[in-house]
């Protein structure tokens, strides 16, 4: 352990990293990206302030601790600042543990120009276990719900910086490269589980879990993984997933009264449903398309069931839902939801 120049605690031992042994016992690789510029702010029943990218940060590490078998990277994207209101500070923090110990703690840049996770790749290269054999590899991404489009606005640090599902897929990518997909991809924002987020997701992991409603904080509760090692059982990662998505629905149940919907898609599965309700955007309904001409305000969100073309015998293959309705308000009778969340035209933007 040692404290570099800058001053930033660094950990490093020269004689397990990225050694057999290491490479051996490491049978699950966890990446956490937690995006933290932005309004995270919120007050518990007491009335005092927290933020929820600072919670989820110190889950993460937690977790990481508690897991002896995984190799855990956790990306903490912040808000830019300034050392003496001159010169800028990196805005962005990187922890990695190994089988439960950690190994570095560093801050970095987080790229000032279009270009998504290319310093956080680089990072997970360079500290990455190299020689993995079955290793299970969870991805999870907390943060405000991700634009379709590709709209400017997400960094508030760099309100001119575009950000959409593309960019977070084309960093999916970057991070798997020609290795195998993610295991499970955990999508913890609001109004995930769109036919065309999922749809952009699907070549990047085995299983994905989002939710299709508004996620209360933005996050799901992330305690089932601590202890891979006791609560991934056999690797069955579905079983691992629903699992997850079950807790996360029932610690969401006991603190909100809002809508709670949690979906596990099975990519696979799902696919064939995505590929056959792609092709509708017309005048009354959209999913997100990049081409769309419909402003916010003139749509409402609504389960996909509830609209004719999307409306297939196919919709709910491949899907693990836990739903509850709002306990207020006029959906409070809705009993079930499909696990898919769309946009319904109100009034068409005149050209």
């Known amino acids: 352990m040692f404290f570099n120049s800058c001053g930033f605690l660094n950990y490093y031992n020269s004689n397990n990293e990225n050694s057999v042994d290491e490479a051996l016992t490491t049978k699950y690789s966890i990446v956490f990206v937690i995006h933290g510029d932005g309004d995270y702010l919120y007050h518990d029943s007491h009335g005092k302030k927290h933020t929820s990218d600072n919670e989820i940060l110190k889950k993460a590490k ?21 050392r003496l209101f001159i010169f800028p500070i990196k805005d962005g923090e990187f922890f990695y543990y190994r089988n439960g110990k950690p190994i570095a703690n560093k801050l970095y840049w987080r790229g000032q120009e279009q270009r998504y996770y290319d310093n956080e790749v680089e990072l997970y290269e360079k500290y990455k276990v190299q020689a993995q054999h079955d290793v299970s590899k969870i991805f999870l991404y907390f ?113 909100v009264n809002t809508a709670i919907s949690i979906a596990v898609y099975d990519a696979a599965i799902v696919n064939e449903y995505i590929s056959s309700v792609n092709k509708y955007n017309d005048s009354d309904i959209i999913s997100y398309e990049e081409n769309s001409t419909v402003t916010m305000s003139k749509t409402e969100r609504c389960d996909c069931f509830e609209i004719p073309n999307f409306r297939l015998p196919g919709i709910s293959n491949g899907v693990n839902v836990f739903y509850r309705s709002p306990l207020f308000g006029r959906a409070k009778n809705k009993i079930n939801h499909s696990g898919w969340e769309c946009l319904k035209i109100i009034e068409v933007k005149d050209n």
Do not use: M, W
Not at 62 to 82: D, G, L, T
Not at 169 to 187: P, R, T, V
């Open 62 to 82: 937690r977790i990481a601790k508690q897991n002896p078998e995984a190799e855990v990277f956790i990306f903490h994207q912040k808000p830019k600042k300034n």
């Open 143 to 255: 943060g405000h719900e991700i634009p379709g489009n590709s709209l400017p606005g997400y960094d508030a640090s760099y309100p001119e910086r575009i950000f959409s599902i593309n960019n977070f897929a084309n960093g999916l990518n970057k991070f798997i490269q020609n290795s195998s997909k993610f295991d499970l991809i955990i999508l913890s924002t609001c109004y995930g589980g769109t036919p065309y987020t999922i749809g952009k997701l699907t070549s990047y992991a085995k299983l994905i879990i989002a939710s299709p409603e508004n996620l209360h904080l933005s996050h799901f509760d992330i305690l089932s993984l601590e202890r891979l090692d006791l609560n991934y059982l056999k690797k069955d990662t579905h079983a691992f997933a629903v699992k997850f998505a079950y807790n996360a629905f029932e610690r969401l149940s006991e603190s």
